[in-house]
């Protein structure tokens, strides 16, 4: 332990008194008690001793010539600073206001003339109690400011590096407004956009428990996982559980993250959502209609993969409709009498949303009104999404992150998937990933994507499963396909689908051809359905191969389908800024 903070070293001591023998008396008793003692004939010359050799108590005469105890008192304590010098008096004063002048001076006790040893003595001990004490709370509160200080350091750090993360996406795009506390990941929540290789996007909206650190370091690993997987192609479903299973592994127990995720599908006015604890959504349809996004699923990281049901909602949409997904901080936001923002507020809120302009400005008006304050003085978490036509997207999946690694530029490879995997695995997101190790394609991995989904797409609903597509034509037809697609593929068996791929070089840049197979039945592919000639829900996937491929040919009745996909650098190099050598 630091001798300086010992209570049993010698103190050092300053006498300041103009009498010669009440000086040599005093210090003639503090030496006996064991201190340093220093001593001064008036004011000037023990500021000026405090000055060079400090002291850890001021004993000063109230009334002194050239400078008297009172001014010595103010010098001293603005010399000590944040130290604790105490500061007594001593005085023969017996009127009140001279001796409440010293108290005002700076001084903390008297000592009546003449001394009393005993007196002293105590008063002494327990100054230097008070003193110690003093400093022992001053560098406590000074390594609590220092931590602190680092706290928030690494704080910074932590938020900069998230930050480069999460911001890889594309929450900044036009159909998408929110409102997300600064410090948003070390109050919890947590909001993550990324365009999907096929068009479309995906969101995610969480709220972890806890707050701080805990909360920012499993936010990390979901941002990774959340990008890694949506721009390779990943559906919402498996990202989810590959999020689920990867917090349920990291987290401690009773830390879990209330989460959101969001499909959205431009093209064909859809929205895919998944709700696990968060507070329930809102669809706000272009007519007014309000139609509710339930919390049907327990949250992220609390269920083991087994009994984790990753299975999302679907919703029909129209250009136009807005959802709100909200954090809980939006329900519990308080106005001054500790009353709650609720559900029913939110309600009368989006009600007035033709007023306030729309949906996002209506509820985020409710809640300043409601509080007084502005929302962003609360964890609020608010986000919009709305519809759109998928050409006004455009150009938004360019923000997709990249590979650094190089991969060949020649090669073929088969992939083939069969029986119940058909139904339980898709093999986009690895057959993408396999085609984006050629860096001249890895700026084309929207279009990529788009051909082999919709070769494999074709392949299993109209070749393995034999699914019409005439069943689209209308809404409620549309519903009517999809359920039947889930009831056969539970029951799919003695079928495959094999991609060959094979790519090459050329002189501009490269070409790409990739032959689909299946072991279904075939379908007829000359229809008007299949060519696209119709306005419903169907027909427009074979339009998308014509559209984006050099050359689309069939053999054997449908069951066999070849694209050619030709690259140039010119273009790459043009997307990329650059010149491609």
């Avoid at 999020?243 to 989460?259: S, W």
């Avoid at 859809?270 to 209609?289: S, Y």
Wanted: glycine share 10%.
């Amino acid at each position: 332990m630091d001798d300086s903070l010992s209570e049993n070293r010698p103190l050092r001591i300053l006498i300041a008194d103009d009498s010669d023998s009440d000086r040599l008396i005093l210090k003639t008793l503090l030496r006996r008690l064991g201190h340093e003692v220093e001593d001064a004939r008036n004011g000037e010359d023990a500021v000026e001793i405090f000055r060079h050799s400090g002291a850890d108590i001021v004993l000063l005469d109230a009334l002194m010539p050239v400078m008297d105890g009172m001014e010595a008192a103010r010098h001293i304590k603005a010399l000590a600073g944040e130290r604790l010098v105490p500061l007594i008096f001593l005085t023969s004063l017996s009127d009140a206001d001279a001796l409440a002048r010293c108290l005002e001076a700076g001084g903390d006790d008297f000592l009546p003339k003449p001394y009393n040893r005993t007196i002293i003595e105590a008063k002494i001990n327990a100054f230097n109690r008070m003193r110690l004490m003093h400093r022992t709370l001053s560098e406590h509160r000074d390594l609590i400011r220092d931590r602190n200080r680092q706290l928030l350091e690494e704080q910074d750090v932590a938020k900069r590096v998230f930050d480069n993360i999460a911001h890889t996406g594309c929450l900044n795009a036009t159909n998408i407004r929110y409102h997300a506390s600064p410090m948003s990941i070390f109050n919890g929540d947590i909001l993550f956009a990324c365009p999907r290789p096929a068009g479309g996007m995906q969101i995610l909206v969480g709220d972890f428990t806890g707050h701080g650190l805990p909360a920012a370091i499993g936010a990390m690993p979901v941002a990774e996982i959340f990008y890694g997987m949506t721009s390779k192609g990943f559906s919402g479903s498996d990202v989810l559980r590959e999020i689920n299973q990867k917090l349920g592994r990291i987290l401690p127990t009773g830390m879990f993250c209330c989460a959101a995720m969001i499909q959205a599908d431009f093209h064909l006015n859809q929205l895919q959502i998944w709700n696990g604890g968060l507070p329930d959504g809102v669809l706000v349809k272009r007519d007014g209609i309000l139609e509710s996004i339930a919390s049907r699923h327990l949250p992220l990281g609390v269920l083991g993969a087994a009994r984790f049901d990753a299975g999302m909602e679907i919703f029909r949409t129209e250009p136009g409709d807005t959802l709100l997904m909200m954090t809980d901080g939006v329900m519990e936001a308080e106005n001054r009498h500790g009353d709650m923002y609720g559900e029913d507020r939110l309600k009368r809120s989006l009600d007035d949303a033709g007023n306030a302009g729309s949906p996002f400005d209506a509820v985020m008006a409710g809640i300043h009104a409601f509080t007084g304050k502005r929302p962003e003085q609360d964890d609020v978490t608010l986000l919009s999404l709305e519809m759109v036509e998928e050409a006004e997207l455009e150009g938004v999946s360019d923000g997709l992150s990249q590979s650094a690694l190089e991969g060949p530029a020649e090669w073929h490879c088969v992939y083939e998937i069969q029986d119940r995997s058909l139904g339980q695995f898709s093999p986009l997101p690895l057959l993408l990933h396999i085609c984006m190790e050629v860096p001249g394609l890895r700026r084309k991995s929207g279009e990529i994507y788009t051909l082999l989904s919709e070769l494999y797409t074709n392949a299993l609903e109209h070749g393995v499963l034999g699914l019409s597509s005439d069943w689209k034509a209308t809404p409620d037809g549309f519903g009517r396909y999809y359920a039947e697609r889930e009831r056969r593929l539970r029951s799919v068996s003695g079928h495959f689908i094999r991609f060959s791929l094979t790519h090459t070089m050329t002189g501009r840049g490269g070409q790409l051809t990739i032959v689909c197979e299946d072991s279904g039945s075939g379908f007829d592919y000359r229809s008007d359905a299949a060519a696209g000639n119709n306005s419903g829900y169907s027909g427009r996937g074979l339009m998308l191969l014509r559209k984006l491929g050099h050359s689309l040919s069939f053999r054997e009745n449908g069951t066999r389908t070849e694209i050619i996909y030709d690259w140039h650098f010119s273009e790459v190099a043009a997307r990329e800024g650059g010149t491609n050598t």
